[in-house]
């Protein structure tokens, strides 16, 4: 019963991430339809449509697509640090063991893309594109797992979870150090130094939502206008959010039966409490507050913005980058670079399959680390291939390698849409193929 329980809130974050990567499969198609459709030009100059605001001597105006690649997207890698940090304090990564086979795997899914990315170019100008094919998509990876229904068990869905987990750290460390340029120090300086009291602050006074999100948008600036991407400044934001709750559950537990009673003592003492009685007292409005007090000190700060913050971005943050972004035009007379589809598309698939499966067969061989209970080389074969999925951070990457260069870009989000493609549908096929569907056994033995 308790493992069940345990089991519950991934189970829901499993299922969430399934829904996020249809709808993002579905967006992605309208953005290829539109783009390449009469209407064409309607979707180019949505994009390109500048908002913000200016006063004497400032002005902070960018087009669409930007306030999503540097705003909304900043929002998401809020939500990757929460995610990231909760992994490494009480998650599936939070001890040497656990992390063990899903860091090799990570290891090699990132370490072998980018040999085979620089191994296949031979233009000096879209060598900078070795960072697309690192990280993989964890939406849409759940989402082609839960198409396989029961064949699949928990522990792969939780082995895929962390690896590309790890995978999401490799690719912010990758932006953070190759992907930012012409960096103003000052103003870098600036926005680091107001990280620093923040962390202080929550660690030995209070979190404050208002506070945080004021000082956040600052330190958000100034990131933007130091050079290094904004996102950046999303994650380190996040690791200052306390994880520790202020009270526990076995306090709460006592403290809330004793408003509940002072609430029913209340309401029976309250000759006028009737379903015609919309107003509260004085005194049961007080009991509302310390019940809110209450909810607010059991549950982690971290815990609570991840909560909140994760439908947000799933159902609306992710879709509208992927509406913006994925968008490509596909004509037969455009000049694209093949050369650069096709070293993504390898280095995505082919990439990623090896490197995942070398460094996780070295790990075990070595006895440096052992396959998790419930998995085996058959389904590692598998969730190898849906690794080379790599569609959201990938294309986030491809927008910073290659800023200035519609050409590189656009050749290489074709590339990605390839690539993740031709990995989701082998992967697929190879766990189809390779898993019995639960229960299926009985159900021959019965007959």
């Known amino acids: 019963m308790t493992k069940n329980l345990l089991l519950t809130p991934f189970q829901k974050f499993v299922k969430t991430g399934s829904i996020v990567g249809i709808l993002l499969f579905g967006t992605t ?62 998650g599936e990564i939070n001890t040497l063991k656990k992390a063990t086979f899903p860091l090799f795997a990570a290891l090699g899914g990132v370490i072998v893309p980018i040999v085979l990315y620089l191994l296949l170019n031979e233009n000096p100008e879209t060598t900078k594109g070795w960072g697309i094919p690192i990280a993989t998509d964890i939406a849409f990876a759940l989402a082609i797992l839960s198409l396989l229904g029961k064949r699949v068990p928990l522990s792969l869905k939780v082995f895929l979870t962390a690896f590309a987990i790890i995978d999401d750290l490799a690719a912010v460390i990758v932006i953070a150090v190759f992907y930012s340029t012409n960096v103003e120090a000052e103003l870098l300086l600036y926005g680091v130094l107001l990280i620093a009291p923040l962390a202080l602050l929550y660690k030995y006074r209070k979190y404050n939502l208002e506070i945080g999100l004021i000082l956040a948008v600052i330190i958000w600036f100034l990131f933007l206008k130091s050079g290094i991407h904004p996102t950046i400044a999303g994650i380190l934001l996040a690791f200052t959010i306390p994880i520790k709750r202020r009270l526990n559950v076995t306090k709460f537990a006592v403290s809330l039966s004793s408003i509940s009673n002072e609430i029913t003592t209340k309401s029976t003492n309250d000759e006028n409490d009737d379903d015609e009685k919309h107003i509260l007292t004085k005194d049961e409005m007080n009991c509302i507050d310390n019940l809110d007090d209450l909810t607010a000190k059991v549950i982690s700060p971290l815990q609570h913005l991840e909560h909140k913050l994760h439908s947000i971005t799933a159902y609306f943050i992710l879709p509208v980058f992927a509406f913006a972004n994925a968008g490509v035009v596909i004509t037969a007379d455009y000049a694209y670079d093949f050369a650069l589809m096709r070293n993504i598309v390898i280095s995505l698939f082919v990439g990623k399959f090896l490197g995942i499966i070398l460094f996780s067969y070295a790990g075990v061989k070595l006895k440096l680390t052992e396959l998790p209970t419930g998995l085996n080389f058959k389904r590692i074969f598998g969730i190898a291939a849906i690794a080379g999925v790599g569609f959201t951070m990938s294309i986030f990457i491809d927008n910073l390698a290659f800023s200035g260069s519609d ?21 697929y096929l190879i766990l189809r193929f390779t898993s019995k569907k639960k229960g299926s056994v009985a159900s021959v033995k019965n007959k």
Not at 47 to 71: A, C, H, R, T, V
Not at 408 to 425: D, F, P, Q, R
């Open 29 to 90: 198609i309208i953005a290829l339809i539109w783009a390449n459709s009469a209407y064409a030009p309607y979707y180019e100059s949505l994009l390109q449509y500048k908002i913000g605001f200016s006063f004497e001597g400032f002005e902070l105006k960018k087009p669409l697509i930007l306030w999503i690649n540097d705003g909304l997207m900043a929002i998401f890698f809020f939500l990757i640090g929460l995610e990231l940090k909760r992994e490494l304090l009480v």
């Open 407 to 427: 050409r590189s870009i656009t050749s290489a989000k074709i590339g990605i849409i390839i690539g993740s493609l031709i990995s989701g549908i082998i992967g």
